[in-house]
């Protein structure tokens, strides 16, 4: 048997302020740094080891990873920062505020943006593309592969294809790995272990901060998963991050 934790990070700036952040490489919040620092502490006290980590090339995934393996001193594991596990790209929407969408655009098409598997956000704007082209950030991603816009379908093409060609090989070799990275990245992971099907993963939400454990068989198929930590507060936290888009 294999086992891996997946961990979302800890809340960001743009998450307490309700905002589509998407590739906007907002800071954790105080709050986020606080939800990173238990993430540490209860996989510590769990008896988790680690001698791998991925995350994203975002720097709210790469502070909670440096904050989680800090707590539990592991800080020196080899760490390696992955633009294929970044959050889904929200096009123009991103730095807008969801409620105030489903305000002006009605809960159900905001709801439509956020969770539906195969529809995209309008593209940003030239000039911000532009801009994010030129982000030292993002230097790793190839030409043509930088985006304006995704839907969840975009993220999981990305994110299960590293998952096939470098994840998967690594736990294989019997690396104990973490894999800190975002929402939707990470719900992409989820829909392809899980095997959930395109509706059903909108109904899938993942909180921040909370480590998710996954033990999986020989082929590496899911045996069982679970939340670490207290479990009610990680439902209301899965309960904040559904009710995101209301009015």
């Not at 589509?20 to 209860?42: N, V």
């Not at 532009?130 to 982000?135: A, H, I, K």
């Not at 198929?221 to 904040?240: F, T, V």
């Amino acid at each position: 048997m294999y086992k891996i934790v997946l961990l979302r990070h800890g809340e960001s700036i743009w998450n307490a302020q309700n905002r589509f952040t998407g590739w906007t490489d907002a800071e954790l919040s105080e709050k986020g740094a606080d939800e990173a620092g238990e993430a540490g502490k209860i996989l510590k006290n769990e008896g988790y080891v680690f001698d791998l980590a991925f995350t994203s090339v975002l720097k709210r995934a790469i502070d909670t990873t440096a904050i989680v393996l800090r707590e539990m001193g592991s800080a020196g594991i080899e760490t390696k920062f992955i633009w294929q596990l970044n959050e889904r790209h929200y096009g123009a929407l991103q730095g807008l505020n969801k409620a105030e969408m489903a305000a002006k655009y009605g809960e159900e098409q905001v709801r439509i943006w956020r969770r539906s598997y195969g529809v995209r956000p309008p593209e940003m704007e030239e000039e911000d593309y532009r801009r994010q082209n030129e982000l030292e950030i993002f230097k790793s991603v190839p030409v043509g592969k930088m985006p304006r816009t995704e839907s969840l379908a975009d993220t999981c093409a990305r994110a299960v294809d590293y998952w096939q060609k470098e994840i998967a090989p690594a736990i294989k070799r019997g690396k104990k790995i973490l894999i800190s990275a975002h929402g939707n990245s990470l719900r992409a992971l989820v829909k392809y272990l899980d095997n959930i099907g395109d509706k059903e993963i909108s109904e899938l939400n993942i909180p921040t901060g909370a480590p998710l454990v996954y033990e999986l068989d020989d082929d590496l198929k899911p045996i069982k998963h679970y939340y670490l930590g207290d479990q009610d507060a990680i439902a209301r936290r899965i309960d904040a991050v559904k009710n995101q888009y209301k009015t």
